[in-house]
Nanobody, 124 residues
């Protein structure tokens, strides 16, 4: 079992920045690929960013590429999502997810563990 706890969400103006954190506990975190997903009201959950177990491989949704950065600190069992140049369309609940495999994926169904989510609201 892996327990995930997101933090860092909030209200920010367009153009601003936020950093989300996801603290993991339970089974060995360093062996899990991690991902961030988001879900806006009335929309399906969508992929945002993912990172491999070592942190070497990262990839991003086209909508956030160049603005968001995913990183991880295995010594702290934490994964981060730095979000810059935020837009109103980034408004959503952001979820951290862990995959029982070392390599990242953009498919939500390949992640077996999910946090409760943290709200990000970007005002125009």
């Amino acid at each position: 079992q892996v327990q995930l706890d997101e933090s860092g969400g909030g209200l920010v103006q367009a153009g601003g920045s936020l950093r989300l954190s996801c603290a993991a506990s339970g089974r060995t975190f360093s062996r899990n690929a991690m991902g961030w997903f988001r879900q806006a009201p009335g929309k399906e959950r969508e992929f945002v960013a993912a990172i491999s177990w070592s942190g070497t491989n990262k990839y991003y949704a086209d909508s956030v590429k160049g603005r968001f950065t995913i990183s991880r600190d295995n010594a702290k069992n934490t994964v981060y999502l730095q979000m810059n140049s935020l837009k109103p369309e980034d408004t959503a609940v952001y979820y951290c997810a862990a995959r029982s495999a070392p390599y990242s994926s953009g498919r939500p169904y390949e992640y077996g563990y999910w946090g409760q989510g943290t709200q990000v609201t970007v005002s125009s």
